[in-house]
């Protein structure tokens, strides 16, 4: 099959033709022709107004509900998602049922992944069933296929397991990913602890919770001198943290979650439980100085969080409701809205988080394969229910005013389009 993308900019620091507007001829999902304009006949012609091309984008926390919770998501349906989003690699936290804590777990998602368009990246546990207790075998998952090791929403609260994984994974530089929460402090906390949470009579849960981890566990790196990640950052002082540990040379990366750049705390006070979240959106200071990191570079990419929830898990009051949203499909338009430029983004979410993962970026230039995504970045659009390919609906995004549309990926050989 041919498929023909005309006069779309393209934008990917590692392709020759970066920031020039060219037509691209893909056959049998390889690139075979980048020119000013080409006439061969395609089976498939992609032109739009101000359309722009990458290389695929990559997400590095999601959850696709599958083996264990089909009910939220489906491999499928969480790859149409991504597709949606612009997505062409999706990393998947191990917190499914049973746990992806062995290899056949990782095996059994790298074969099902098979059937989809998007490049499905296991994550192993940490520790078995990521209850935090006893390590799993990382080594057999990682040559199974696993990515990276985590306990994905289980953050592990044990500082020795914390060290044994980090030493444990430096003898195949594999990475470890945290999400920073001291669950010891703040253990009821429903938001974000502050003047919002006082007057709207909910326990908080203070930024301290993260910080003290981010601390710790910056020590422990240090000291194994092994690779970490940490996902969901949300405090000022957990990134003033982290960018002092990447000055002193400690191999420490660190990703945000997209709602912690559009909402604060105060857009809770009509108790959306759909904003019940973990980490939880924090203060408008804090809010604001995470926009501001995003630009600095101490922020090396973002992570969507993508967390489906069954309808019952949400449409119930705020204290019972469980934490989490979609988030794959807004994403890319969030960051813009919030000011993001579309080529920090993709620098993001193309070189930095698969040099962090240590994988092969793709490049847009003749011979490769395509492993591609379309976008416009300046459209200005509602998001619509009806939009949402994801089989769950948890988000506070629907009706809200962003910017940037993406129209497809191609990867895989199979073109998937809005």
Not at 31 to 43: M, P, Q
Not at 114 to 119: D, I, L, P, R
Not at 265 to 290: G, T, W
Request: charge should be negative; proline fraction near 5%.
């Amino acid at each position: 099959m041919k498929v023909l993308i005309r006069q779309a900019r393209i934008i990917s620091p590692s392709s020759p033709f970066n920031r020039q507007t060219k037509d691209i001829l893909i056959n049998r999902g390889k690139i075979v022709s980048i020119a000013d304009h080409i006439d061969e006949k395609a089976d498939q012609t992609i032109e739009h107004k101000d359309l722009c091309v990458s290389i695929g984008w990559m997400d590095m926390f999601a959850d696709f509900g599958d083996p264990g919770f089909e009910q939220k998501e489906t491999m499928e349906s969480g790859a149409m998602a991504a597709a949606a989003g612009g997505f062409t690699d999706v990393m998947l936290i191990p917190n499914s049922r049973p746990v992806v804590d062995n290899k056949s777990q990782v095996e059994y998602i790298v074969q099902k992944s098979k059937q989809v368009a998007v490049n499905i990246h296991p994550m192993g546990a940490v520790s078995k069933k990521a209850e935090g207790t006893e390590l799993a075998e990382m080594y057999d998952m990682q040559q199974s296929g696993a990515l990276a090791f985590s306990d994905g929403i289980n953050p592990i609260q044990h500082s020795g397991l914390v060290l044994k994984a980090l030493q444990y994974v430096k003898s195949f530089e594999g990475t470890i990913i945290q999400v920073p929460d001291d669950t010891g402090i703040g253990t009821n906390g429903l938001m974000n602890e502050g003047i919002i949470s006082t007057q709207m009579g909910l326990p908080g849960k203070p930024s301290m919770a993260e910080e003290l981890m981010v601390a710790r566990d910056i020590k422990l790196a240090r000291y194994a001198g092994s690779k970490l990640h940490f996902a969901g950052i949300s405090s000022p002082k957990s990134l003033e943290y982290i960018k002092r540990a990447k000055e002193g040379g400690i191999r420490v990366t660190c990703s945000i979650a997209p709602y912690q750049v559009y909402f604060c705390d105060e857009d809770l006070q009509d108790y959306d439980s759909n904003l019940k979240l973990n980490p939880p959106v924090r203060s408008r200071a804090d809010m604001m100085a995470v926009r501001k990191a995003l630009v600095d570079g101490t922020i090396d990419c973002v992570a969507s969080h993508h967390l489906p929830q069954h309808w019952d898990n949400k449409t119930c009051e705020f204290e019972y409701a469980k934490p989490g949203m979609i988030g794959l499909e807004t994403m890319f338009a969030v960051l813009t809205e919030c000011g993001l430029p579309a080529e920090d983004f993709v620098q993001m979410q193309t070189v930095n988080v698969r040099n962090i993962f240590s994988l092969p970026v793709p490049e847009i230039k003749e011979g490769e394969t395509a492993s591609l995504t379309l976008f416009i970045p300046n459209t200005e659009f509602v998001f619509d229910g009806s939009m949402i390919h994801s089989k769950s609906k948890n988000t506070p995004f629907i009706g809200k005013k962003l910017k940037g549309k993406v129209i497809g990926i191609i990867n895989r050989s199979q073109v998937q389009l809005n």
